[in-house]
């Protein structure tokens, strides 16, 4: 009896409690204040929000809601050390059953304000071992161990050219390194396209919008190019269609570069877009697989990063990346550096700072990747370090980040890169393919540049305006190259480009046959000997001469020799062909022995025939006794 009237007095208290819990909570919703608060908020006004709210938490302490609240608020002002202390003095009133989940938010906070001893201390606290336990230790750990900057680590704010008081996101930057790209979330509401070009200097001009057709009403983000520059690819969103796919909440569009003017773009189609959200695409430089991310079915938490592989000229079904690259958190901002190897994207599963951070991952085949690593500080902060684009040299980039200001609030940034970020450094080769005749350029021609010491080929079309191309290649490595076009022989050379080659950018046009092309008969005279009147000999002096000339059209075994002898037409006509026959022979003796192969050497015995000069005088009968070498090709 006596045991039954504890366990009803137990479970009155409990009831008590929670009735005075419930009326804090219920109290702190009716405080003007807060209502104020609230309001200030959603205005976007986070300094008068903050100062409601804490005026409402000054006339009741109780309410756990309203701590939380003006915690969570500091953090996205990036106060983080007030947060921390905000949470901390709320302790005393977490409610019993709310105390282990309670306990992992302070932890939270104390790692972003950099408390990271007593972040541990904390979680300590914590009774339950579970998954996020288990986290938050490791991403203990990991801040202990990473908090020193590294030497001549760099990130600098690219300036007011590029960034305003609006956020400035997902920098690109094209292969002539003269365009920069990126996402500006116009009055904090409307994400619009913007292109900024470089100055005789090499700094950026002020950027402008990008206009129509690139941006429409709809919001426009994350644009990128492939490596050639002809194509564009951007995630619009906003969008609807009754179809349920070609408009979903976000998808994944392309542009086509004809000329100088980009055309509409144009959605990818059923197999690459869903209902579900699609966006943020990156090219490879060989243009054979894109990468994207999407919160679709068959991923491993929020967003994750997917793969899609052209194939037969159509792209294939999306694959997911996998458990190594995405986590049970959000992957963002896929970017492969022209190498084909280093794999950069941002994060906020994988162990890091807090917020979303940078990291780095080889492709090593097909889906096979490397673990990621975290870039580190000072690429890396407490606050939201969201994408980033790597330079052909591999060693800097531009990131964006949202560190000097609120939450959501980015910039972009020029960054060092880690050494063992670092990527192999690349070339983008450039030309044209030509008509070898008419010098027209020929668009729509395919290129494949093969580094068979790696078993990789890359390949391109010539544009369809001017017949160009740009392609990213690596240094100190043989490419074999095919060049194949429609009603033009196809054509195979070699291209190497050196280790030492100091610039960025490789000059190397092509030229092709048409089918039907017949190489035409070139002709020229080497050399020319007159003898005298019946004679079949020649001067010493003149024979040396002869050796000269024939030792420099030697080295080419594609000609054709051809010794053509002449006499005046005085005497025997028999006689006079048997004195040429002879002459001849005399040079061709002496072609042989300078190395001409026989079977390249044609005689022609002719007489009288052909004469260049008038046979009445002695001077003209004396140039019409001659012997000529011709050669052909």
Not at 249 to 272: H, K, N, Q
Request: a negative charge; one cysteine or more.
């Amino acid at each position: 009896m006596k045991y039954n009237q504890q366990k009803i007095l137990v479970v009155v208290f409990i009831i008590l409690i929670c009735s005075v819990c419930s009326y804090a909570q219920s109290a702190i919703a009716l405080d003007k204040n807060y209502q104020k608060a609230l309001y200030a908020w959603s205005k976007k006004n986070a300094k008068q929000a903050i100062h409601y709210l804490e005026k409402a938490i000054a006339q009741n302490e109780t309410s756990l809601e309203a701590y939380i609240t003006l915690a969570e608020w500091n953090a996205q002002i990036h106060a983080y050390n007030k947060s921390y202390q905000i949470l901390k003095d709320a302790t005393a009133i977490v409610p019993i059953n709310q105390k282990e989940k309670f306990t992992k938010k302070i932890v939270k906070a104390a790692l972003l304000s950099s408390h990271y001893e007593e972040a541990n201390e904390w979680l300590r606290k914590c009774l339950v071992q579970d998954a996020s336990y288990f986290q938050l230790q490791r991403q203990i750990q990991f801040v202990r161990e990473n908090s020193t900057i590294r030497n001549g680590a760099i990130v600098q704010n690219l300036g007011i050219r590029i960034n305003t008081n609006y956020p400035e996101m997902f920098p690109f930057v094209s292969a002539d390194s003269n365009e920069l790209l990126f996402t500006r979330k116009v009055n904090n509401i409307d994400d619009e396209l913007y292109k900024a070009q470089r100055d005789t200097c090499g700094y950026w001009l002020r950027a402008k919008n990008e206009g129509y057709p690139i941006n429409s009403p709809d919001a426009e983000l994350y644009q990128s190019y492939s490596a050639d520059g002809h194509y564009q690819f951007i995630t619009r969103c906003d969008t609807r269609s009754e179809n349920g796919w070609s408009l979903g909440a976000c998808d994944l569009l392309m542009a086509y570069r004809s000329d100088s003017f980009w055309t509409v773009p144009e959605s990818f189609g059923g197999t690459i877009n869903t209902t579900d959200y699609e966006g943020m695409p990156c090219l490879s430089a060989d243009n054979k697989t894109l990468f994207f991310i999407s919160n679709k079915k068959g991923g491993y938490g929020g967003m994750d990063i997917w793969m899609s592989h052209f194939k037969d000229g159509l792209w294939q079904e999306p694959i997911n990346l996998g458990p190594k690259i995405n986590s049970p958190g959000n992957e963002f901002a896929p970017f492969l550096h022209p190498d084909g190897k280093h794999f950069y994207f941002s994060s906020d599963g994988h162990i890091g700072f807090g917020g979303l951070d940078l990291f780095v991952a080889n492709w090593l085949q097909d889906t096979v990747w490397s673990f990621p690593r975290n870039l580190g500080l000072p690429i890396n902060t407490a606050f939201d370090d969201m994408s980033m684009f790597v330079f052909q040299n591999g060693n800097a980039a531009y990131i964006c980040s949202d560190r000097d200001s609120i939450a959501g609030n980015f910039d972009i940034y020029a960054a060092t890169m880690p050494n063992f970020a670092f990527a192999d450094e690349v070339v983008y080769v450039k030309g044209v393919v030509y008509d070898s005749i008419s010098k027209e350029p020929l668009n729509n021609t395919f290129i494949d540049f093969i580094d068979e010491r790696n078993d990789k080929s890359y390949q391109v079309l010539t544009n369809r305006g001017d017949g160009s191309y740009m392609i990213p290649l690596l240094k100190n490595t043989n490419y074999l190259v095919r060049l194949k076009r429609y009603s033009y022989q196809a054509k195979d050379t070699f291209m190497e480009i050196p280790s030492a080659y100091s610039s960025n950018k490789y000059e190397q046009s092509f030229a092709l046959l048409t089918n039907d092309y017949e190489a035409p008969v070139f002709d020229t005279l080497l050399a020319r000997m007159h003898f005298e009147i019946n004679k079949t000999q020649l001067a010493d002096s003149l024979l040396q001469e002869l050796s000269k000339g024939v030792k420099l059209a030697v080295e080419d075994p594609s000609y054709q020799w051809s010794i053509n002898c002449f006499t005046d037409n005085t005497g025997n006509p028999i006689l006079n062909e048997t004195i040429s026959a002879k002459r001849a022979q005399l040079i061709k003796a002496l072609l042989l022995q300078l190395g001409v192969a026989q079977e390249k050497i044609t005689i022609n015995a002719l007489g009288e025939q052909n004469p260049i000069d008038d046979n009445s005088t002695e001077e003209g009968r004396l140039n019409n006794r001659r012997v000529e070498i011709w050669l052909r090709k």
